[in-house]
């Protein structure tokens, strides 16, 4: 059974930084492209960043929203995705979804950006 | 970058209905297209790749189709539990951009 667990969210205040975490197992990580997609309250999904496998050099991709203030790693030996943000602002509030290539989700970790 | 125009925004048909909805890509995305299904609370589902190829488990009434660049979701005969948000998403090019979502309500 695929599992994907994602955690680090929290309450955070605007210009702080946070760390989210992404726990799989049941299927090949290391053949997968892990991805970071959020979504703000009653709003639709945004991507947000994209590691590629080690055959692919662990290449790495961004939102343009963000660039600058994110960066996705990965730790094949551990299953395990990463997603590192900084600067945080209000609008960085969303629930942050890890998905392997968009066939497999988590739930889901909450991100609330506020004094 | 591709934006990705979907439309409509949110629709209310009946038990039965044929129902589509469209995201048109702003640039050729050949069919780089996802599907997503999301239901209140939960985590989108994929329900067809490749702008056109079911993916596992999803029943026989969604299929997807494309006309030129103009891809649709297409409920051949609605059904309660197809009550949800449905997003696209272009995989073509970087950075990866989703559609603005439609919600689908039942009559």
């Known amino acids: 059974e695929v599992q994907i667990l994602e955690t680090g969210g929290g309450l955070v205040k605007p210009g702080g930084s946070l760390r989210l975490s992404c726990a799989t197992s049941?299927?090949?990580?290391?053949?997968?492209?892990m991805n970071w997609v959020r979504q703000a309250p009653g709003k639709g999904l945004e991507w947000v960043a994209q590691?590629?496998?080690?055959?692919?050099?662990?290449?790495?991709y961004y939102a343009e929203s963000l660039e600058g203030r994110v960066t996705i790693s990965r730790d094949d030996s551990k299953s395990s995705v990463y997603l590192q943000v900084s600067s945080l602002r209000a609008e960085d509030t969303a629930i942050y979804y890890c998905t392997s290539l968009f066939l497999y989700w988590g739930q889901g970790v909450m991100v609330t950006v506020s004094s | 970058d591709i934006q990705m125009t979907q439309s409509p925004s949110s629709m209310s048909a009946s038990l039965g209905d044929r129902v589509t909805i469209t995201c048109q890509a702003s640039?050729?995305?050949?069919?780089?297209l996802i599907w997503f299904q999301q239901k209140p609370g939960k985590s989108p589902r994929p329900m067809i790749y490749y702008a056109t190829n079911l993916a596992n488990g999803v029943p026989s009434r969604f299929s997807g189709s494309r006309s030129g660049s103009d891809y649709s979701l297409t409920i051949s005969s609605l059904e309660s539990e197809d009550m949800a948000d449905y997003h696209c998403l272009q995989y073509k090019q970087y950075p990866l951009t989703f559609g603005s979502g439609t919600k689908l309500e039942i009559k």
């Open positions: 640039q050729d995305i050949g069919n780089n």
């Open positions: 590691i590629r496998n080690k055959n692919y050099n662990y290449a790495t």
């Open positions: 049941g299927f090949n990580f290391n053949d997968y492209f």
